[in-house]
């Protein structure tokens, strides 16, 4: 168990404000993820690190922030809420290829409603 | 670019019947991997199996089973004697080459929704 805590577990925001999701991890892996899901997409990256300060985008970015300043955390932030932003927010780690088992192992999800 | 389909949206069965869930993936990597997840009712995402692109030996394990063939780049899975436990949607998914700092990141299908009714 690689000991991903996702917070808050559900969150209702009003259109506008700002929202910050973390994920917390206890195992120091280097790779982490925020993926969105939504029906009929299955799951979606929207920004990934590859380590402390190090972050890029993925294939849903617009609209969101991340940031890493610790190796165990990972914090989305939605700058100004819309309703497109409803969805289903997983975090996941992963460990690397050449170092051992590779895999994912993704968060409980955080559901979020904009409203 | 990487892109993985699964064709069937919903499935539905009569509990103890055999179901195959479907995976076409397309990627230029030489070296790859796919996986499947499952996802209850409940909402977790759970590992099912990680195969290797040089890996295209079947694997088997207890009701399910997986047959990866690379000349038709399909990963479908198959689970026997369907139980109603087994009502979930199931993702198939590939690891992306090598990005940023040597990340890898996953492209999942949009899922498939399997219903085994009793």
């Known amino acids: 168990d690689a000991g991903i805590t996702q917070s808050p577990r559900h969150k209702v925001t009003e259109t506008g404000t700002p929202v910050t999701l973390r994920c917390h991890q206890t195992e120091n892996h ?22 402390v300060k190090d ?13 890493r300043s610790k190796t165990e ?10 309703s497109s932003q409803t969805s289903v927010y ?3 780690i992963s460990t690397d290829r050449d170092r ?16 | 670019a990487q892109k993985v ?3 069937q949206t919903e499935i539905s069965v009569v509990e103890k019947e055999d179901v195959t869930l479907d995976c076409v993936y397309e ?11 499952k996802q209850p009712p409940s909402g977790e995402l759970v590992f099912l199996i990680r195969r290797n692109s040089f890996d295209e030996q079947n694997e088997i394990s207890g009701r ?3 047959n990866f063939q690379k000349s038709t780049s399909s990963f479908n899975f198959t689970i026997t004697a369907s139980q109603v436990v087994d009502s979930a949607v199931y993702f198939c998914a590939l690891s992306e080459g090598r990005g940023q700092g040597g990340s890898e990141k996953l492209v999942f299908g949009k899922g498939t929704k399997l219903t085994v009714n009793p």
């Open chain 1, 30 to 51: 280097r790779y982490m993820y925020w993926y969105r899901q939504d029906p009929g997409h299955g799951l979606r990256l929207i920004h990934y690190s590859y380590g």
């Open chain 1, 55 to 67: 972050t890029d985008k993925g294939e849903v970015s617009d609209g969101y922030s991340v940031s």
């Open chain 1, 73 to 82: 955390d990972f914090l989305l932030t939605l700058e100004s809420a819309t």
């Open chain 1, 90 to 92: 997983f975090c996941a």
């Open chain 1, 100 to 115: 051992g088992i590779y895999g994912y192992t993704f968060g409980s999800g955080t559901r979020l409603t904009v409203v």
């Open chain 2, 5 to 7: 389909t699964q064709a």
């Open chain 2, 27 to 37: 990627t230029r990597d030489t070296t790859y991997y796919l996986f499947w997840y």
């Open chain 2, 64 to 66: 399910y089973s997986w």
